[in-house]
């Protein structure tokens, strides 16, 4: 893709095609800066009349620590990015809460509530610029499910520019792990930015390791990375 509306568009796009293959689409969804171009797509597309009232999401993580309410929280980000703006029904939307009391008992009917909607059909994804996908960070066993990480500093130190300073940015998240998303049955992985170049390099050298949580997509049947020019810019040519 030439830049970041050109893979917005054709991120929407497919997922579009998806939702409307699928009689009650399950998708999971990211935060951060790479989709805000895509959800603005889909509040365009619900402006000149399609219905997303069918629509059951499920979002890959949250901070711990935050409520709703905090405007650096991932459910604040949602409903201000994109659900508060189309129709899909609030007990559809689901986004783990990071300020329960009891965090084993909230991943786990996460993993639940995922399973008992029959399952993802597609995910989107954003990159880390240390390779993870969700907070999996570096090091998470590729048998994971919903659970609660560590994020390392490189995480908070990217993610600093949503806060009024990196202190602000909370040390713990709450993350689908690397099997809840292997489990989707289709998979886009959206790559934007010169930043994210090593790591695109990285993921395209097709070595499948712990260490490099993105690359377990190689062991994916159905995955679609969508990537502007900027974001190749460190890819070597073979
Ligand atoms: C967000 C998430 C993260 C981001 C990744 C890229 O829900 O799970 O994995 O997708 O950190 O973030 P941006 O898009 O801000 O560069």
């Known amino acids: 893709m030439k830049d970041y509306k050109e893979l917005s568009q054709k991120a929407f796009e497919l997922t579009q095609s998806e939702i409307e293959r699928i009689k009650e689409p399950v998708v999971g969804l990211a935060t ?18 399609y219905s997303y009232k ?20 991932y459910h604040y980000y949602m409903n ?12 559809k939307a689901h986004v783990p809460s990071g ?12 993993e639940q509530a995922i399973k008992d909607s029959g399952g993802i059909d597609i995910q989107l994804l954003g990159l880390g610029v240390n390779g993870h996908i969700g907070f999996n960070e570096p090091g998470t066993p590729f048998d994971s499910q919903t659970h609660v990480v560590e994020l390392e500093e490189s995480t908070r130190d990217a993610n600093a520019h949503f806060f009024a300073s990196k202190g602000e ?15 989707s049955r289709k ?3 959206l790559v934007s930015g010169v930043k994210k170049s090593p790591a695109l390099n ?8 712990e260490r490099f949580p993105v690359s ?16 190749f810019t460190y890819v070597e040519k073979k």
């Open 32 to 49: 951060g800066s790479t989709p805000e171009g895509l959800y603005q797509k889909m509040i365009e597309h619900y402006n000149k009349g």
């Open 54 to 73: 069918h629509l059951t999401s499920f979002n890959l993580d949250e901070y711990i620590g935050l409520e709703e309410s905090d405007p650096n929280s």
């Open 80 to 91: 201000d990015k994109l659900f508060r703006h189309i129709d899909i029904k609030e007990e």
């Open 99 to 110: 300020i329960t009391a009891d965090f084993e008992k909230e991943c786990a009917s996460y």
């Open 169 to 183: 940015v909370p040390r713990k998240a709450i993350s689908m792990g690397i099997d809840t998303i292997m489990r």
């Open 187 to 189: 998979i886009i992985l």
């Open 202 to 209: 990285k993921l395209l050298t097709k070595d499948v390791t």
């Open 216 to 231: 377990a997509l190689h062991k994916h049947p159905d995955v679609t990375v969508i990537a502007d020019e900027a974001a």
